[in-house]
């Protein structure tokens, strides 16, 4: 016996939420460009493919009922994700391939997009639908053709079946707006640990490894205001609310347009370094090809003209740029154990 299909049509939930909208068949009607009896059939069909009632017929008016009402929520974002679908898929047109890449959302405003330019005057045929993630995706279920995250413990980036190539090691830096800061050397530890230090909240634990052989108390480090993500922790620290612990490749407009200031002559090299994933099946797609080419040959990504404020050799790129299956072998600068490495005067 076949099976009785309980799945509405679109035609059947285009209508039944148009009803909802209007109020009546006719202007849900010509909300759609329809006739009222066209509304009317696919109203009823869908409550008899339901065997419930969607709407009470109060004279002229269609009001929900209590299934209704319930209905309307789904229905709505049924039709929302077939709209963004659709979207997304109009936005093949012209070109012959769409890198679909997830990518940590700050990193990829302040390192990855301004580079991008440099990739599209090189392969102008590749577009891009780039979404921000702070975890890596399930490539088994997500359409996403890579990721850029940080590998490492706990960083989430770990994931089976998907190679890495590292990137660019995490190098932290300390930095803070101009007028924070006193004039002169730059301050120690012990009279950084008396300036407000602002948190990010994902990883609560880089102002204690900063600190971690300064005798400075937990109880001090860990005050302040605290951010979900980096960039809020930027924005704070160029409105002067406090000193920021930051990538260096994510402050380099900043440092050298003097919003913001180095605090600290010493860095730190975290076991985190920034990794492009892929699984295995995106390494056939030309687009990803083109891209991880392009971002693992020497020299063709470009620096961010920070050569007279950074320091720390602001971008400097991972000595080995080595596919590696699950979490590969340290960067430079990395400790055999993955420990933080502080580098400058103590």
């Given at each position: ?8 049509t679109?035609?059947?939930l ?13 202007r ?31 004279r ?21 994700d ?13 070109h ?15 390192w990855l ?6 990739f ?13 993630t ?6 088994d279920r ?33 930095v ?5 800061l ?7 530890d ?27 108390a937990?109880?001090?480090i ?10 809020m ?5 160029r ?14 407009s ?9 605090a ?14 892929a ?11 083109a891209?991880?080419?392009?971002l ?49 005067k103590?």
């Amino acid at each position: 016996m076949t099976r009785r299909n309980y799945t509405p049509t679109l035609p059947e939930l285009q209508a039944f939420a148009a009803c909802a909208r209007q109020g009546t068949a006719t202007r849900a009607g010509a909300e759609l460009g329809l006739t009222q009896s066209a509304i009317s059939r696919a109203l009823g069909s869908l409550e008899a493919r339901l065997g419930v009632a969607l709407f009470h017929r109060i004279r002229q008016r269609l009001a929900l009922s209590d299934a209704g009402r319930a209905f309307l929520p789904e229905a709505e974002r049924l039709l929302a994700d077939l709209d963004r679908a659709a979207l997304t898929v109009m936005s093949f047109g012209g070109h012959r391939d769409v890198l679909r890449l997830a990518c940590l959302p700050t990193f990829a405003t302040h390192w990855l997009i301004p580079r991008l330019a440099g990739f599209q005057r090189i392969a102008p045929g590749i577009s891009f639908d780039i979404t921000a993630t702070l975890t890596a995706p399930d490539f088994d279920r997500d359409p996403r053709d890579a990721a850029i995250l940080r590998a490492g413990p706990g960083a989430g980036a770990t994931l089976r079946g998907a190679g890495q190539d590292v990137l660019l090691e995490e190098r932290l830096i300390v930095v803070a707006a101009p007028a924070l800061l006193p004039e002169g050397d730059l301050p120690g530890d012990a009279a950084l640990s008396q300036l407000p230090l602002l948190q990010q909240a994902t990883r609560p634990d880089l102002w204690l490894d900063w600190f971690r052989d300064a005798g400075t108390a937990p109880t001090r480090i860990l005050r302040g205001p605290r951010f979900e993500q980096f960039g809020m922790v930027l924005a704070a620290a160029r409105a002067g609310l406090g000193v920021a612990l930051l990538p260096e490749v994510l402050v380099a407009s900043d440092l050298a347009s003097g919003a913001l200031r180095a605090a600290s002559p010493r860095s730190m090299v975290t076991a985190t370094p920034y990794v492009l994933m892929a699984p295995p099946r995106s390494h056939d797609l030309p687009a990803f090809t083109a891209f991880r080419d392009w971002l693992l040959c020497p020299g063709a990504v470009p620096p961010l003209h920070w050569s007279q404020a950074a320091p720390c050799g602001l971008d400097r790129p991972a000595a080995a740029r080595h596919p590696v299956a699950g979490q590969g072998p340290s960067p430079q600068g990395q400790t055999p154990q993955g420990q933080a490495r502080k580098e400058g005067k103590p």
